[in-house]
T-cell receptor
């Protein structure tokens, strides 16, 4: 079982609120990712990180921001949530230095913005 | 354009029956193909990985095949169980860059009825 954790699992907030989705992994993986997933659709990469102090935007434009101050921690922040941000957010990590490249996913954070 | 197409979109079978899920891709150059299982409300979990030289790989009741010439893969589930009800996602990695970009299918939603 993967040692990658996301909190909160579910969040319902009002428009304009600031939220942070937490993601932590204890596997020492160098690369971490945030994906957005809507029902019946493929996962879309919104952010990724190669390591500490490295962050990059993914394929899907997102108003969220991320940080990687510690290897194990990769939080995602929305400064002002809107209903269009309602979605499932999945955090993942992988070991690109010697592993198979397998993605290990967290349980997901389901965000609803009213 | 690099794409991953999965079929069928959804499938309902009776417990104990076998089924086969399809994945066609246009990703090039090809590195590997993975099948992930995603239970409702959970993160995806890797089932198998197929590289260019592999034709078949099994993981318990799951057997994946790969035809790199036709760019097709299948996931065969034998003697289905209720716990097999999930979304099965095909993910193809390219080797056109050091990033190893991932391309996700939309998944096949499998429902197993008692």
């Amino acid at each position: 079982e993967a040692d990658i954790y996301q909190t909160p699992r579910y969040l319902v907030i009002g428009t304009g609120k600031k939220i942070t989705l937490e993601c932590s992994q204890t596997m020492g993986h160098d690369k971490m990712y945030w994906y957005q997933q809507d029902p019946g659709m493929e996962l879309h990469l919104i952010h990724y990180s190669y390591g500490v102090n490295s962050t990059e935007k993914g394929d899907l434009s997102s108003e969220s921001t991320v940080s990687r101050i510690r290897t194990e921690h990769f939080p995602l922040t929305l400064e002002s949530a809107r209903p269009s941000h309602t979605s499932q957010y999945l955090c993942a990590s992988s070991d690109t230095r010697g592993g198979t490249g397998e993605l290990f996913f967290g349980e997901g954070s389901r965000l609803t913005v009213l | 354009k690099n794409q991953v197409e999965q079929s069928p979109q959804s499938l309902i079978i009776l417990e104990g029956k076998n089924c086969t899920l399809q994945c066609n891709y246009t990703v090039s150059p090809f590195s590997n193909l993975r099948w992930y299982k995603q239970d409702t409300g959970r993160g995806p979990v890797s089932l198998t990985i197929m590289t260019f030289s592999e034709n078949t790989k099994s993981n318990g009741r799951y057997t994946a095949t790969l035809d790199a010439d036709t760019k097709q893969s299948s996931l065969h589930i034998t003697a289905s169980q209720l716990s097999d009800s999930a979304s099965y996602i095909c993910v193809v990695t390219d080797r056109g860059s050091t990033l190893g970009r991932l391309y996700f299918g939309r998944g096949t939603q499998l429902t197993v009825w008692p």
